[in-house]
């Protein structure tokens, strides 16, 4: 057991601090061309500043922006919008890149320009530690030109208002920032205990130890509460209860479906992961199978750009899974989900739709008589 486990604060903090943070001043703006709107050539004292970085390739990117212009609308000219252009590929020209924003139109009603070679980058996303997460992200400046917020566009608006209201507390919003930091770190830290214990598909003759693994989850919750509900541990707790108890498996994924406290945004898609992993390796009984598809619910419920995800494949899997939990009338229902948004989709092989086609017939069949078409075909 590595000395992680054992000191956990200290390896915890071994990461370097960001130069920039919560409550920070932020830098002057450093972009190489303006593509839409006024040039902003410094952030005013007393007026909020959104940055939102983006790039043309970037699909959850593209469906922010009607949140953005929306929000950009309401708050104008409290507030000003600016969308950074980021991360774009080699062979992106900037002549592209103006093309992109020109055909976004009202969809992109804000500020806009492109970055300064790695300069901006380095500022804003790598100054702030966010470097490993990818964008779209978001940057909140306040009215005294320091950093109030950084997160995903969809979780801007909250804060925003309460920002734009001077009603936003900075010092509660950088603890929270460097609590969820300092897990973050910790968890990726501890990821090499678990390795020795789980089983590696590239070695058969290893089995796993998942006893083990939950008496290690034990272990490192009784010092860092904090991690119950990180990827890590919901992963290895739900998939080692799957293996060694399944009555308590079902009773662990139950929890999330009736958390009620909005404080905790439960995993839903590390459950599904690790449900599906095992959903056909073990013998595991209907009433698992059923939470298996409820669990997928409520990861869709909790996607937000569902239009640029392959819907159909997860309500597909979700009607195996009440197929296989001895509900079809929900495997129906799932099934036909699943064929609708498979109109909505481009490019796919000729063979989904009729194999899509024959589950559903199969469910039908099974279902009660509400289900089944009427001899005309209705």
Same mark, same amino acid.
């Given at each position: ?42 952030f ?55 093309? =992109? /924003?020109? $055909? ?11 970055? +300064?070679? %790695? &300069? ?18 978001? =940057? /909140?400046? $306040? ?7 950084i997160?995903?566009?969809? +979780?801007? %608006? &909250? ?73 890590l ?43 599906d ?16 598809a ?12 569902p ?17 296989w ?29 009729a ?24």
């Amino acid at each position: 057991m590595s000395a992680c486990l054992f000191a956990l604060t200290t390896c915890a903090q071994e990461q370097p601090p960001v130069t920039l943070n919560i409550g920070k001043p932020v830098p002057p703006l450093r972009v190489k061309t303006w593509l839409k709107g006024q040039p902003v050539q410094q952030f005013e004292k007393g007026k909020v500043y959104v940055l939102e970085f983006w790039a043309t390739w970037c699909a959850p990117c593209r469906e922010a922006m009607p949140h953005l212009s929306s929000l950009a609308e309401k708050y104008r000219p409290q507030a000003q919008f600016i969308g950074i252009d980021i991360h774009e590929r080699k062979q992106t020209s900037l002549k592209e890149v103006q093309a =992109f /924003v020109d $055909n976004m139109g009202s969809k992109m009603d804000y500020n806009v320009a492109a970055e +300064d070679t %790695a &300069a901006t980058v380095a500022d804003w996303i790598v100054a702030s530690g966010e470097q490993h997460n990818g964008i779209p992200i978001s =940057f /909140v400046v $306040n009215q005294e030109g320091q950093l109030a917020w950084i997160g995903h566009p969809s +979780d801007l %608006a &909250a804060p925003l208002e309460k920002i734009v209201n001077n009603k936003w507390d900075i010092g509660q919003a950088l603890a929270a920032r460097n609590r969820e930091k300092y897990l973050a770190t910790l968890e990726d830290s501890l990821r090499w205990d678990f390795e020795k214990y789980t089983y590696n598909i590239n070695y058969p003759d290893r089995p796993g130890h998942p006893d083990s693994i939950l008496l290690l989850i034990d272990t490192i919750l009784k010092k860092e509460p904090g991690l119950k509900y990180s990827e890590l541990i919901v992963w290895h707790t739900f998939t080692g209860l799957l293996q060694t108890n399944p009555a308590k498996a079902y009773q662990y994924g139950r929890q999330f479906l009736n958390n009620t406290d909005t404080a905790i945004i439960p995993p839903y898609d590390v459950l599904v992961m690790g449900f599906d992993w095992y959903s056909s390796r073990l013998n595991l009984s209907p009433e698992l199978y059923h939470l298996g598809a409820e669990l997928y619910q409520a990861y869709i419920n909790s996607i937000v750009y569902p239009q640029i995800m392959s819907m159909h494949r997860y309500y597909n899997k979700m009607a195996t899974w009440y197929w296989w939990g001895h509900d079809p009338t929900k495997a129906v229902a799932s099934e036909q989900k699943a064929i609708d948004w498979l109109k909505k989709e481009k490019d796919i092989s000729p063979g989904i739709p009729a194999t899509y086609a024959l589950r559903l017939k199969q469910y039908q069949e099974h279902a009660p008589d509400k289900w089944k078409p009427d001899p005309a075909g209705n």
